[in-house]
């Protein structure tokens, strides 16, 4: 597609307020309400939106359930694929158009999101298709003490759980959305997809494909709306089956408790505060290009980031300037500037949090080698930032910043370096840098984390599953891992 006919496809898309998508209808909210979702690179309104109130979740969930009991629960798994296969086609013909919406929405650069995120996107529909033929249970013989001499024949079977809500984040949006409605699709399910209310429009622009790749009117239901209406009463709707969130630790553990009601299934992928380990036996030139990529990708908006970088005191001062030296020369801008390396946060509001952050690096213990200040707007800038030795127990360390903010820290003592790295709440992703592949393979054994990248760091592909220990979250997205959150298994026992 060219960029010209991408462009004008995306202003067809803004230049009207943009509906709910609920029983194959685009529909407007049942109060008319809306609201207004802003471009964080200029500050600028983009267009409205409407409102997902508790009613409008109502006639959603209500939608998924015809669907569940109607014409889908009858195409055989190779026409389910075929229909999730033509949604990765689709996807990738419109790759530009999704890019430029993804910018303007979330403020990321045009170009990560088109060489990145939306080619993530339509890979993960396209393996999900496969998985629509590989769902597959076993045969059994039982052994059955109590009932001497008699014979049976058992087997399993897989199922999908029913209707599923998902409540996506805001920080990459078209992604979150693929990670999640693939999966549930292939196993059979029905979706009520409750995209972040900063960043509605790549999901409901998907919502048109999905109805274009011929997909049955209210197997996929998309209800933008608030986290603390449309997304809490998703959360503890009886209409549910299954939640799955992907958000902020302190948001899933309030999606626990609203689904505890009826005890709905639930799968969490939520905060982090990775480690990303250099050893001075390291490739030194790839670590500070993989500890900038993992600290910044994204503005730092990425929950696996390596956000705290440990360096081997005699390579600390080399890696930790030439990365404060890296973080300075980045150029950040409007997302759709083709110069631009880093864009905006995505709101005022998130700004504001990462800004309270950095008032904070006064105090750490620590100098500040890069950055530690928000940018003039009229977008939410703030400056890539390096904090050289901190003290481990300061905030700027152990919370989850959500933005390019690094923490260095220098080590020594190798045999206590998997207990620092260990030393938090988290468990999404870690990062080991060293030539010495022993040692790499012994420390990624001791390291409690989700996923660990040698030598390398963000590195995503459907066929790997993401998730993470601790108070990162319950459960795996990708992989074939991914589909037992969204099957249940039943026991067939049939006596001869």
């Not at 055989?76 to 949604?87: F, L, N, T, V, W």
């Amino acid at each position: 597609m060219s960029v010209t006919l991408a462009a004008d496809r995306r202003t067809r898309f803004l230049s009207q307020p943009v509906k709910l998508l609920i029983d194959g209808e685009f529909v407007g909210a049942a109060d008319g309400r809306t609201f207004t979702t802003v471009d964080p690179g200029t500050a600028k309104p983009l267009v409205e939106v409407a409102e997902a109130s508790a009613e409008d979740v109502d006639r959603a969930v209500a939608a998924a359930r015809r669907a569940l009991d109607g014409p889908w629960s009858r195409l055989s798994p190779s026409e389910r694929g075929r229909m999730i296969h033509r949604i990765g086609d689709l996807l990738a013909e419109h790759a530009e158009e999704f890019a430029e919406l993804e910018s303007l929405d979330n403020g990321k650069p045009f170009s990560a999101a088109l060489q990145v995120e939306v080619p993530l996107a339509v890979d993960m529909f396209h393996y999900m298709a496969g998985a629509a033929t590989r769902l597959r249970g076993a045969t059994i013989a039982p052994s059955v003490p109590y009932l001497p001499g008699k014979e049976f024949h058992a087997y399993t079977v897989r199922e999908p759980v029913g209707v599923v809500g998902q409540i996506i984040p805001w920080n990459v949006p078209l992604l979150m959305a693929a990670w999640k409605l693939a999966p549930a699709l292939a196993a059979g399910n029905t979706v009520v997809l409750k995209p972040a209310e900063q960043t509605p429009l790549s999901a409901l622009r998907l919502g048109e494909l999905l109805i274009e790749a011929g997909l049955p009117a209210g197997v996929v239901n998309i209800v933008p709306g608030f986290g603390a209406t449309a997304g809490a009463h998703l959360a503890r709707h009886h209409g549910i089956d299954k939640i799955a969130f992907t958000g902020s630790t302190e948001v899933g553990r309030e999606i626990v408790r609203a689904s505890a009601g009826d005890l709905k299934r639930v799968s969490l992928e939520l905060g982090g505060k990775s480690p990303n380990i250099v050893f001075a036996d390291a490739d030194i030139e790839a670590a500070i290009e993989g500890a900038a990529l993992g600290a910044f990708y994204n503005q730092g908006e990425v929950c696996s980031a390596g956000s705290r970088l440990f360096v081997q005191e005699s390579q600390f001062d080399r890696v930790v300037e030439a990365l404060a030296s890296y973080a300075s020369g980045i150029k950040v801008g409007y997302g759709m500037d083709p110069e631009s390396q880093m864009g905006p946060l995505v709101s005022k509001e998130h700004q504001d949090r990462v800004g309270r952050y950095l008032e904070l690096r006064h105090e750490c213990g620590g100098e500040v080698l890069a950055g530690g200040e928000l940018m003039e707007g009229p977008g939410f800038f703030v400056q890539p930032s390096v904090i050289a030795r901190p003290h481990p127990d300061h905030r700027l360390v152990r919370e989850e910043i959500f933005g390019p903010v690094v923490t260095a820290l220098p080590f020594d003592d190798i045999d206590d370096l998997a207990a620092q790295a260990n030393d938090t709440v988290y468990g999404l992703a870690a990062g080991i840098w060293t030539t010495d592949i022993s040692k790499a393979h012994r420390l990624a054994k001791r390291l409690k984390a989700g996923t660990v990248h040698i030598n390398t760091y963000h590195v995503f592909a459907a066929e790997t599953p993401f998730g993470g220990y601790k108070q990162s979250g319950w459960g795996r997205e990708k992989g074939d891992e991914v589909l037992d959150h969204y099957l249940e298994t039943k026991s067939v026992i049939v006596g001869l």
